[in-house]
T-cell receptor, first 115, second 114 residues
Framework: GEDVEQSLFLSVREGDSSVINCTYTDSSSTYLYWYKQEPGAGLQLLTY?????DMKQDQRLTVLLNKKDKHLSLRIADTQTGDSAIYFC???????????????FGKGTKLSVIP | ETGVTQSPTHLIKTRGQQVTLRCSSQSGHNTVSWYQQALGQGPQFIFQ???????GRGNFPPRFSGLQFPNYSSELNVNALELDDSALYLCACQFGNSYNSPLHFGNGTRLTVT
């Protein structure tokens, strides 16, 4: 099964807030990440949070981390049509080994913004 | 702009053939990772190169191999292509090899195997 789980679709109206949720399995993950992927493009790093933090805010983005429940969320305030994309949650698993830096991604949440 | 460039952008190959994908990054990106993203899935880690040596590998067979060059550019080679190898291949670079140095992705190479 997937190590990182996300709901596949989210639809919101322009101007509303979007909340994208993610659950992960490795409690020793040091950092957790949110990436954005637009059609035909690679992944753009949006934000990341260190595991000893509960919240991080960066302009319209707010990340909440609940380590007890292994739950991560990304809130986008005042969602715009340009925010339409696929959003991936990712963790750094404990078994990266030998100092290698591996990310385990969820399947992604497709955010559709209705004008 | 991430400073990571991949070529070609699209490629069509036949089952059984071999393919080489390329990645280049700005100076200082001395760690490069390759990911495979199948349609509708998240990226899957293939392997990572640090200072020109493989430094970690995901669950991919040996017919997936790579190189990193002194100028930090990298290649992904796939032998004996299979239909399931059709995917977007992403190169990701970072400064150093620590968790507080995030990955910067290229736009990927879309490989289609027929």
């Amino acid at each position: 099964g997937e190590d990182v789980e996300q709901s596949l679709f989210l639809s919101v109206r322009e101007g509303d807030s979007s909340v994208i949720n993610c659950t992960y399995t490795d409690s020793s993950s040091t950092y957790l990440y949110w990436y954005k992927q637009e059609p035909g493009a690679g992944l753009q790093l949006l934000t990341y949070i260190f595991s000893n933090m509960d919240m991080k805010q960066d302009q319209r983005l707010t990340v909440l981390l609940n380590k007890k429940d292994k739950h991560l969320s990304l809130r986008i305030a005042d969602t715009q049509t340009g925010d339409s994309a696929i959003y991936f949650c990712a963790e750094t698993p404990r078994n990266s080994g030998a100092g290698s830096y591996q990310l385990t991604f969820g399947k992604g949440t497709k955010l559709s913004v209705i004008p | 702009e991430t400073g990571v460039t991949q070529s070609p952008t699209h490629l069509i190959k036949t089952r059984g053939q071999q393919v080489t994908l390329r990645c280049s990054s700005q100076s200082g990106h001395n760690t490069v990772s390759w990911y495979q993203q199948a349609l509708g899935q998240g990226p899957q880690f293939i392997f990572q190169y640090y200072r020109e040596e493989e430094n970690g590998r995901g669950n991919f067979p040996p017919r997936f191999s790579g190189l990193q060059f002194p100028n930090y550019s990298s290649e992904l080679n796939v032998n004996a292509l299979e239909l399931d190898d059709s995917a977007l291949y992403l190169c990701a670079c970072q400064f150093g090899n620590s968790y507080n140095s995030p990955l910067h992705f290229g736009n990927g190479t879309r490989l289609t195997v027929t």
